[in-house]
């Protein structure tokens, strides 16, 4: 015969306290007004006889669920576990839990999904899908539910946002290949309607003007996408169009390794012929051959960031809309764990890369 659960009014029963107490304690926000001795007798029990509380029943009772809806672009891009994990980490030590779903790039798909999460009581939303212009955004603020949007943002600025310090990562990323004396530098354009390949395009173009190249002799390339094959494409077109480049600044990691499979297929060495560098840091590419150079954005801090903008909102009727950006760095072969210092020489009119320990 099938035990029947156990109720917060049956829990009180057995303890001889009042279903209040029992409810204060099992609710992490509420627990420090009851005295700890009480505390512990209840979670005791509560743990004896499994009890947990109803979520359907507390998010009636209170309209809230303590569920934040997290939507992703692409579930499968490195870049975004990490992300979730902070947004997970920081929520978990406010008594919320984050439901992670896959949306998409596409607004319909997106915006079905953010219909969904809301039909299921989510308290806001964090949106890793924002495009420049995001008619997804415009859905949920119509529909009154706190938003942050996180790695990327919106032109309008309209909800908050943690975003990378894209310029200072572009301006970064020139100034070490003019350091390493590359001057034919082609940059592998992300997606423009996406603020990441719109302002690292962007910081390119400053980063070069910096350096005293002017805007109509820069060498850029669009990607359709942010993924291999389109990094591979891309770079197969900058190589016939530019055939003097000698380094290659991609819009992200993934567009990265692309380059690496069109140098292959193309029998050119990285770097010895072509130098790359990427854009995100993301898990491994320091395990690729040669280990890439890349701009590194702390993507756990923030995932910590959103969660925090989110929970400031949901704990304040309404308050100012912020934008965070994050502040990235340069790693790479120089930068390596074991201090290997590349050395980048001049010989007989070739460039000839060797390495070194520190």
């Known amino acids: 015969m099938e035990q029947k659960k156990m109720t917060l009014k049956g829990l009180a029963q057995i303890l001889g306290v009042h279903p209040s107490t029992v409810g204060r304690v099992m609710d992490p926000d509420t627990r420090h007004m009851v005295g700890e ?133 572009m301006r970064m990323a020139v100034d070490y290949l003019f350091n390493l004396g590359h001057r034919r530098i082609v940059h592998l354009v992300g997606p423009q309607n996406l603020s990441t390949g719109h302002l690292r395009r962007e910081g390119y173009v400053r980063a070069m003007e910096a350096q005293g190249v002017k805007r109509e002799d820069l060498w850029m390339v669009d990607c359709s996408a942010y993924s291999r094959d389109a990094g ?31 140098l292959r297929a193309a029998g050119k060495r990285c770097p010895e012929d072509v130098s790359v560098i990427g854009h995100n840091d993301m898990p491994f590419v320091d395990m690729v051959n040669p280990p890439l150079t890349t701009i590194r954005i702390s993507h756990h801090a923030m995932g910590v960031q959103a969660a925090q903008l989110i929970l400031q909102r949901l704990n304040q009727s309404a308050g100012t809309d912020m934008e965070i950006r994050m502040k990235p760095e340069l790693v790479g072969p120089r930068l390596h764990r074991r201090r290997n210092c590349l050395i980048r020489v001049v010989l007989r009119g070739k460039i000839r890369y060797f390495f070194c320990k520190l």
């Open 37 to 169: 001795a009480v505390a512990q007798r209840v979670l005791k029990e509560a743990a004896k006889h499994g009890y947990r509380p109803n979520k359907i029943a507390a998010a009636l009772r209170t309209r809230r669920s303590n569920v934040v809806g997290v939507i992703l672009p692409d579930i499968t891009n490195p870049v975004f576990p990490p992300i979730v994990l902070g947004i997970e980490d920081e929520l978990r030590k406010h008594g919320y839990v984050a439901l992670v779903t896959n949306a998409g790039e596409d607004p319909a798909q997106q915006r079905f999904v953010v219909d969904q999460l809301l039909a299921r009581q989510c308290d806001a939303l964090i949106l890793a899908t924002a495009t420049r212009d995001d008619p997804v955004v415009s859905h949920c603020l119509e529909a009154g539910i706190s938003v942050v949007t996180v790695n990327r943002g919106e032109d309008a600025g309209r909800v908050s946002s943690v975003v990378n310090d894209e310029m200072a990562g």
């Open 232 to 262: 591979k494409a891309a770079c197969d077109e900058a190589l016939a169009r530019y055939p003097k480049a000698t380094a290659i600044l991609a819009g992200n990691d993934l567009l990265a390794l692309g380059c690496y499979d069109s």
